[in-house]
């Protein structure tokens, strides 16, 4: 099992949709997430500056297969295109990424 986190802001004129966007994600997407073996998946946000932080536990053996088979479902990626209007990508990321991938620097159970 790996620990993963990303982080991605909110546009200040969007919280609200976005917040009600999960208040009911569609269960196709939440399937597709845990056929990707994501558990315990979370998302915060970090107000006034709509950050968001998301973080999960990956059980699987291939996470770049994983990502790609969710990138490839019809679905996800309908689900995807409500969202990222949403969204502001940081300056900083890496390259081919939309969320920025954050390093675990500190874990205890």
């Known amino acids: 099992m790996q620990r993963m986190g990303m982080c991605i802001r909110l546009k200040p004129d969007t919280v609200a949709e976005y917040l009600r966007l999960h ?3 569609w269960p196709e997407v939440l399937a597709m997430i845990s056929a990707c073996h994501i558990r315990n998946y979370s998302i915060f ?8 932080f998301g973080t999960w536990e990956y059980h699987g053996a291939d996470f770049a297969a994983d990502m790609a088979r969710m990138a490839g479902d019809p679905r996800t990626r309908e689900w995807w295109a409500l969202c990222a209007p949403c969204q502001e990508p940081f300056e900083t990321r890496e390259e081919g990424e939309w969320w920025a991938m954050m390093p675990e620097v500190f874990h205890l159970d």
Request: aromatic residues 0%; proline residues 9%; glycine residues 0%.
């Open 23 to 25: 208040q009911a994600v």
């Open 45 to 52: 946000l970090k107000q006034p500056e709509n950050i968001l």
